[in-house]
């Protein structure tokens, strides 16, 4: 943004001192840029020659001063992993006046035409061209067009006074995408929230000014005296998100919240496990950071049509901070169950329990000084292995693991895995634990801790602290920027995984990987399970006790943190629904979600599925019947049946399935889902290839909005043409899909 102010007549002198040649050699460039634009040279002039012209020359020779605009250095831009632009700066346009210079007689036509064109309030115009200044804006960050529209109707009309400056404007071309951890700018191009923020000084560089002789009023004089001192562009930033796994993060998360009718929001984060790299990190609510203020939840922009005056300005404000806010670092909770997976890794450690130990679980649960902590499960388990406490996620077993352990080692381990620190992570707004003090820790504390109750952690504490516990027993801090690049596209920095410490050995590390993969395997996350991969997980539950709920009406957060592959664990997906409508366990909402996830990544991430003989023995598949049910589950049923699973639209429920229930089909055929709220525009039948060339099949193919997946013996042979395809002709199929074509030269 141009920002005037007004410096006396010495500065003039000293700042000249320090031009040196390479700005001389950029202000040669930049009249350059200025005359071929045409564009910036014909507002400038239209302000300065208008407003100039006439009376105000005289003053000029005895009254003059120096007047300094400031130019904004471009900011930087942000990048995914792959270079995907994430956020950018373009031109934009303010609309600015000089009331003083504008005749009196003129200014209702000024307030029709701009009020008009800008689509801002007639009567606000006609105020601001009565003030006594000579610069006012009326509107910022316009778009080109609007700005041409502008000068046009000040040139018709014969007006003064009215100038377009140019400025920057940050575009979000993914919109809604992690728009809590990319953040937003203000109006002034600096950062408000989330890595905008964060980053603030690197994306911003330095911006430079132009010094120039104003006369008395305030008014430029033309080419009489400027100098020019050039502004440094901001650096760029390359994120350790990668746009793909976000997508298929924001996409799950939107699902699961209308599926389940959550009502205190929800995250989920990707992980990566052996680097600390956080490859996505999606929050709902969310907001579009090019309309920042825009309130996007419904329920939400239900209750503000409601209200009036100071009470939905109050409440207008509170709704767009909350979408604003990462969740996911800045709101610690009670993790339930996924902590178990910390009792469990420090209990392993200490060699205070072991695979041969066994743990009892009856209806009465287990009392520790008078305190009784009951299983989820009635009647309880009965007696079980170490493996099954896991799988069965089991309170008592668990509060018996931790007792093992004893106050003093827990408390060690716990600090261990990094929950008494904030993890680091590059992103603003970072909260601290919650956790009981040392002087109150007792037994009674730590049987309730050792099941991931009353304490709280943040999302992100706990999906790094989970990654040590089964990747190795290696703590990394989280990081977001992967490197920093300047505005000629040189690396300035890069920034390489940090190791905190080695919690727990490898050896145990791997143990505890293995006990998870009981519990999708076995136990309580199998709706996680993805065919051909070995995931582990676990499930979490826990009840919103700080918060008032009539009976009955209690709420749950419900999370489920699976990863993957057991035998040397790359990534980590956790997933909180905080509030479901329905209290519920975390292995029947949450982990279908994750597994959804894990079955689009884990091949995006080169992960080649293993499958078993049993997997391979057979080769055709049933599709089952999954309209009607919640998208989640359908698409676990789907993938158990060895399909592969794409959901078209964002809905609650399945309305639709191609191929029908009960058709045979090859194993690993891809089964669609349509939700409710699915656009047929994202369909299309496939078109009949068969006899085509390569490119006529490509052609074909394009047309239809799907990409050909080419299999030929020697692909550079002649006369090659398609004697098979899948899916085949009239199959109905996404936009965008690739259709596997075999080509054979023709005999
Ligand atoms: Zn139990």
């Not at 940050?170 to 109006?187: D, E, Q, V």
């Not at 109050?314 to 996911?328: C, S, V």
């Not at 399970?529 to 008032?548: F, Q, W």
Request: charged share 25%.
């Amino acid at each position: 943004m141009k920002k005037a102010i007004f410096a006396g007549d010495g500065q003039g002198e000293k700042m000249a001192d320090g031009i040196n040649a390479r700005t001389k050699r950029r202000m040669v460039g930049l009249m350059a840029v200025l005359t071929l634009v045409g564009f910036g040279v014909l507002i400038v002039r239209l302000f300065t020659l208008q407003v100039v012209n006439g009376e105000t020359y005289q003053y000029q020779a005895t009254q003059q001063q120096l007047r300094e605009v400031e130019i904004s250095a471009g900011r930087g831009d942000i990048y995914d992993r792959n270079g995907n632009i994430i956020a950018k700066s373009a031109t934009a346009w303010t609309v600015v006046i000089s009331p003083n210079n504008i005749a009196k007689e003129k200014r209702a036509a000024v307030a029709d035409g701009l009020s008009e064109i800008l689509d801002v309030d007639r009567e606000t115009v006609l105020k601001a061209t009565e003030k006594d200044t000579s610069y006012w804006v009326i509107k910022r960050k316009v778009e080109r067009e609007v700005a041409e529209s502008v000068i046009d109707f000040a040139n018709k009309n014969k007006i003064s006074g009215i100038a377009c400056e140019e400025d920057v404007k940050r575009y979000y071309p993914y919109g809604s995408f992690a728009s809590a951890t990319i953040g937003f700018t203000n109006l002034d191009n600096s950062g408000a929230y989330g890595i905008e923020a964060y980053y603030n000084k690197l994306l911003s560089g330095t911006s430079g000014k132009i010094v120039s002789a104003k006369n008395a009023r305030g008014n430029d004089m033309p080419f009489k005296y400027e100098m020019m001192y050039e502004s440094e562009d901001g650096n760029s930033l390359v994120l350790t998100i990668d746009e793909t796994i976000q997508h298929y993060l924001d996409k799950n998360l939107e699902i699961a919240v209308k599926e389940h009718n959550v009502g205190n929001g929800a995250m989920a984060i990707a992980y990566s496990i052996k680097t600390g790299e956080i490859l996505g990190l999606s929050v709902k609510p969310d907001f579009d950071p090019n309309a920042p203020q825009a309130v996007t939840d419904e329920a939400t922009l239900a209750l503000l049509a409601t209200l009036e005056g100071d009470e939905y300005k109050a409440a207008l404000q509170q709704a767009q901070f909350r979408q604003w806010r990462n969740k996911a670092i800045s709101d610690p909770y009670e993790p339930g169950s996924v902590f178990k997976i910390i009792t469990l890794a420090s209990a392993l450690e200490e060699g205070a329990v072991n695979l041969n130990s066994t743990f009892s679980c009856t209806d009465a649960g287990v009392t520790i000084q008078g305190q009784t902590i009951t299983c989820w499960k009635r009647g309880g388990h009965g007696m079980q292995t170490l493996g099954e406490i896991v799988q069965h996620s089991c309170n008592p077993g668990f509060v018996n693991v931790g007792q093992s352990l004893g106050v003093a080692k827990f408390r060690e381990y716990f600090e261990a895995f990094g929950l008494m620190e904030r993890t680091g992570v590059d992103l603003p707004g970072e909260a601290e634990s919650l956790y009981h003090s040392d002087s109150v820790f007792g037994k009674v504390e730590l049987a309730s801790s050792s099941i991931g109750q009353s304490f709280k952690v943040t999302a992100l504490q706990l999906i790094s602290a989970v990654s040590a516990a089964v990747g190795g027993g290696y703590l990394y801090e989280p990081y977001i920027v992967k490197s920093v690049i300047d505005s000629d596209g040189n690396v300035v920095a890069e920034y390489e995984p940090t190791l905190k410490r080695q919690v727990i050995s490898e050896e145990t590390s791997h143990l505890v990987s293995e006990l998870c993969e009981g519990v999708v395997t076995l136990g309580s996350g199998k709706l996680a399970y993805v065919p051909g991969y070995r995931i582990g997980g676990k499930t979490g539950t826990a009840e919103k006790l700080d918060k008032h709920f009539a009976p009955g009406q209690e709420k749950y957060a419900l999370s489920f943190l699976g990863f993957a592959p057991i035998d040397d664990p790359q990534i980590a997906i956790l997933v909180v629904l905080d509030e479901p409508a329905e209290a519920n366990y975390g292995s029947i909402i949450a982990a279908p979600v994750v597994g959804a996830i894990m079955s689009d990544v884990l091949p995006y991430i080169g992960l080649e599925p293993h499958y078993t003989e049993d997997e391979l023995e057979e080769v055709s598949a049933k599709v089952p019947n999954v309209v009607g049910q919640l998208t989640h589950d359908a698409h676990a049923s789907a993938r158990n049946a060895y399909l592969t699973v794409n959901v078209v639209g964002t809905g609650a429920k399945v309305v639709r399935q191609v191929p029908e229930a009960g058709t045979s089909v090859s194993k690993w055929s891809t089964i669609i889902l349509y939700t409710e709220d699915y656009d047929d525009k994202d369909i299309v039948e496939t078109p009949d290839v068969l006899g085509m060339s390569i490119e006529e099949a490509r052609e074909a193919l394009a047309a239809a909005g799907l990409e050909l997946e080419a299999i030929a013996e020697d692909p550079d042979a002649e006369g090659l043409i398609a004697v098979a395809q899948a899916p085949s002709k009239g199959e109905v199929i996404v936009k965008g899909t690739a259709v596997r074509v075999e080509f054979e030269v023709k005999e």
